[in-house]
Nanobody
Framework: VQLQAFGGGLVQAGGSLRLSCATSGFTLDYYAIGWFRQAPGKEREGVSCISASGGITYYVDSVKGRFAISRDNAKNTVYLQMNSVKPEDTAVYYC???????????????????WGQGTLVTVSS
């Protein structure tokens, strides 16, 4: 099982970035995928998650209306479109996969079994 997050980089405030999570070694159709981030000195937080069916999505309040999660099971890839980014979005972003997700806890790190390495997003002011 592998997840690889990529697409991070340096972006100016107000700009856009698209993160991708490429998966392999398992059937993506059966897994919820979450995007999490961790800034220096802070706990890892759930940013956006999507259920296995794609019918349920979650966004942390701070990114609602700015970020959009989507999945393309045929390409084994999940995306996080980040628009109108802010300096406070600066963090290492991780993607994770979980099969036995309690939907009310979809943003909890404990729900996810497999994690990819992170990709750094830096937003300059």
């Amino acid at each position: 099982v592998q997840l690889q997050a990529f697409g991070g980089g340096l972006v100016q405030a107000g700009g856009s970035l698209r993160l991708s999570c490429a998966t392999s070694g398992f059937t993506l159709d059966y897994y919820a995928i979450g995007w999490f981030r961790q800034a220096p000195g802070k706990e890892r937080e759930g940013v956006s998650c999507i259920s296995a069916s794609g019918g349920i999505t979650y966004y942390v309040d701070s990114v609602k209306g700015r970020f959009a999660i989507s999945r393309d099971n045929a390409k084994n890839t999940v995306y996080l479109q980040m628009n109108s980014v802010k300096p406070e979005d600066t963090a290492v972003y991780y993607c994770a996969a979980g099969q036995r997700i309690i939907l009310s806890a979809i943003a909890a790190t404990s729900m996810y079994d497999y994690w990819g390495q992170g990709t750094l997003v830096t937003v300059s002011s």
